[in-house]
């Protein structure tokens, strides 16, 4: 992993305040041509905000900046963008009412007069298809028709097509987080490729074994600072966790083995066979279990969870509910966050019965919930009446967790819910979801992480629509999900 040396980007001592919060105290960062850069911090540590002021969309408080070894008084976004800077962020930008030609064309404004679209969809097209062989989206496919998987490809593909202007910088936050192990191994691969063609990029993640293998550098962030930086060979995942402050997990023991032998005999609570299921298989689930929906992304996971929910309140032959249900949505965007409400309105939504007081709904009891679940599961806010907005968008899925946990539901349905979290907060989560499991509550639990799957008592892997295996624990790893979600194909 060589890169060229010459310095791109220095930034130094950069403040940036948000009334009397701090989003970075004196934050210090450097970027070399041709060099990969890891940054990795739990939620909050100022990633996310450093990036925005690497992009010039948000000006700093204080702080130097240096661009091609020239010192830069003011830096906007149309500085960024003659640079060649490209972003991914965690929330997408697309804009879902266009099709995926129309949205290459937005940031490319060279592609003009007839034909525009023609070019427009070629570049997109010809760009995923370096990418993320066999990607199955179409020029002319509108942004809001495709899953959440293939947005994310999109996006990541207009950030490195390349019309008048080369991509220099490509900033990616969480570009594996809607994706499966062998789409986000696709990605990483390109991003070598990029990086040893001379472009550079910054790689944001919590899934460390990614910015561990695909990053030259690695820079940690805790408090708005960087704490530490050095040469990714210098790093291991312990060291990482470390320097961000956490504790490494220990594996489930002998403990967790008893408690899976005693669920067995424990009554079925959901039975659902997919839709696209040609033999007899279904997906069943007792109480108190985890059960992990496996396989590639957008064959069928998300869908089971939807039809699951809807029995709830409409049984049907192929699918039986015998017990409320809540969604934790991964897509918080499109069916997660109210964005027009408070944290507290949107964490108490999903409990209206029991914050009801006489015939009215209680504020004092509403408080006394989002309260206690902002500090259960630790939501970074000075108060719960702010909007859901003002959060971190792992921070947001938190509330989105605790809406679910603090309702009546005995069936927690979660699609993907850790997108964007940082790693100490899924260590807590985890806990917690096992804790609520002894409790006898149960969790169907789609993730394109292979390493959450060993949270679960068993997993099902999904191919076009329908089960093709079932893995238990001890089987639940990368190369047996990879095999079984590739198993038969030509």
């Known amino acids: 992993m060589k890169h060229t040396g010459a310095s791109l980007i220095d930034l130094t ?93 937005v940031v490319h404004p060279a592609i003009q007069g007839f034909g525009w679209r023609s070019r427009a969809g070629r570049l997109i097209l010809d760009t995923l298809d370096e990418i993320f062989p066999g990607h199955g989206v179409k020029a002319n496919d509108l942004v809001q028709d495709l899953t959440i998987g293939r947005r994310q490809m999109v996006e990541i593909a207009r950030a490195f097509s390349v019309s008048d202007t080369p991509a220099r910088l490509v900033i990616l936050d969480e570009p594996t987080s809607s994706l499966d192990a062998h789409t986000a191994g696709q990605l990483l691969a390109h991003v070598r490729r990029s990086v040893e063609s001379g472009a550079s990029c910054i790689l944001i993640s919590h899934i460390l074994g990614e910015v561990l293998s695909a990053c030259d550098r690695i820079v940690v962030m805790r408090d708005g600072k960087a704490v530490m930086a050095d040469v990714a060979r210098n790093f291991d995942r312990a060291k ?66 939807l039809a699951t929910f809807a029995a709830a309140s409409h049984p049907r032959a192929s699918a039986t509910v015998s017990a409320p249900v809540a969604l934790v949505a991964g897509d918080r965007q499109s069916d997660g966050v109210f964005p027009g409400w408070s944290i507290a309105h949107n964490i108490g939504v999903r409990s209206l019965k029991q914050l009801r007081s ?97 949270n679960c008592d068993r997993a099902y892997v999904f191919r076009n629509g329908a089960i093709v295996a079932e893995l238990m624990r001890d089987e639940l790893n990368e190369e047996q999900v990879i095999h079984s979600s590739f198993a038969g194909v030509a």
């Open 358 to 454: 006489g015939a009215l709904l209680s504020l004092r009891l509403e408080d006394e919930l989002a309260n206690g679940w902002r500090e259960r599961i630790k939501i970074r806010t000075p108060d719960v009446h702010n909007n859901i907005l003002s959060l971190s968008g792992g921070n947001q899925q938190k509330a989105l967790f605790a809406r679910a946990l603090a309702s009546d539901a005995r069936i927690m349905l979660m699609d993907d819910p850790m997108r964007g979290v940082d790693f100490n907060t899924k260590l807590e989560v985890y806990d917690l979801i096992r804790a609520e499991a002894e409790r006898g509550r149960t969790f169907l639990w789609y993730t394109t992480e292979v390493e959450e799957l060993k």
């Open 13 to 105: 001592g950069i403040e940036k305040s948000y009334g009397a919060v701090r989003a970075l105290d004196g934050a210090d960062f450097s970027l070399s041509a041709g060099e990969c850069v890891g940054v990795v911090g739990h939620n909050g540590a100022g990633k996310s905000t450093l990036m925005h002021v690497l992009n010039g969309g948000v000006a700093p408080d204080r702080g130097g900046f240096v661009v091609d070894g020239e010192e830069r008084r003011h830096w906007s976004s149309a500085g960024a963008r003659a640079l060649g800077l490209r972003c991914v962020f965690q929330e997408l930008s697309l804009c879902p009412n266009l099709t995926v030609a129309e949205n290459a064309r």
């Open 240 to 305: 990482l966790v470390g320097a961000m402050g956490g504790i490494e997990p220990e594996a489930p023991g002998a403990q967790a083995a008893s408690s899976i032998a005693a669920r067995r005999e424990t009554p079925v609570v959901v039975r659902v066979r997919p839709d696209r299921q040609a033999d007899q298989r279904e997906l069943v689930a007792r109480e108190g279990e985890i059960v992990g929906l496996a396989g590639l992304a957008g064959h069928g996971q998300t869908d089971l969870l």
